[in-house]
T-cell receptor, first 119, second 111 residues
Framework: GAVVSQHPSWVICKSGTSVKIECRSL??????MFWYRQFPKQSLMLMAT?????????EQGVEKDKFLINHASLTLSTLTVTSAHPEDSSFYIC???????????????FGAGSRLTVL | DAKTTQPPSMDCAEGRAANLPCNHS???????VYWYRQIHSQGPQYIIH???NNETNEMASLIITEDRKSSTLILPHATLRDTAVYYC????????????FGDGTTLTVKP
């Protein structure tokens, strides 16, 4: 089945630095990927829709200059948290859909997540 | 996408069936019901989905009421590894697949 890989799985950084998280579709092409963040004991919150070859679409309240998304190829989307602060510490999860999966094409496949801790 | 309502938590004895309800009274005719689960500190995992008919796969069964305003996910023989947060999502099947998560149900399977 479809596999989505995220890297790194966890990262610790100093306040003020930028952190890049990669999301790869390993065995399928994804023109669209989705980025979520999740705080402890809370549900997933959709941050943005990543579109291959064009600008990402951000959900209301998500700062596009703070969370830079690049989807330069059909198998890779990146999320860069710029000038990270402790309040950006969270679990970031990406997902994608394998449109070539026949009856499984409607299913979202999620990455394992990336845990960011900002000191 | 239609809003869903799930109980915040449920317990189930190991080996017994777990029945997780979901209300989606404002569902539209072209919206599907999807179920995912999230085991602690992992990404969500797809379980099952359906439109009108009941569905079954190797993981679970999905029962959708005739008026489609509610559904039930059934794990026929729950194991300790089924302890997770279960999310019911209702959405149209556009090319995007954008999905909004509610609070889900925390299922705890007990020995």
């Amino acid at each position: 089945g479809a596999v989505v890989s995220q890297h790194p799985s966890w990262v610790i950084c100093k306040s003020g630095t930028s952190v890049k998280i990669e999301c790869r579709s390993l065995d399928f092409q994804a023109t669209t990927m989705f980025w979520y963040r999740q705080f402890p004991k809370q549900s997933l919150m959709l941050m943005a829709t990543s579109n291959e070859g064009s600008k990402a679409t951000y959900e209301q309240g998500v700062e596009k200059d703070k969370f830079l998304i690049n989807h330069a190829s059909l198998t890779l989307s990146t999320l860069t948290v710029t000038s990270a602060h402790p309040e950006d510490s969270s679990f970031y999860i990406c997902s994608a859909r394998d449109l070539g999966a026949g009856s499984g094409a409607n299913v979202l496949t999620f990455g394992a997540g990336s845990r960011l801790t900002v000191l | 996408d239609a809003k869903t309502t799930q109980p915040p938590s449920m317990d189930c004895a190991e080996g017994r069936a777990a029945n997780l309800p979901c209300n989606h009274s404002t569902i539209s005719g072209n919206e599907y019901v999807y179920w995912y689960r999230q085991i602690h500190s992992q990404g969500p995992q797809y379980i099952i989905h359906g439109l009108k008919n009941n569905e079954t796969n190797e993981m679970a069964s999905l029962i959708i009421t005739e008026d489609r305003k509610s559904s039930t996910l059934i794990l026929p023989h729950a194991t300790l590894r089924d302890t997770a947060v279960y999310y019911c999502i209702v959405r149209v099947d556009t090319n995007a697949g954008k999905s909004t998560f509610g609070d889900g149900t925390t299922l705890t399977v007990k020995p």
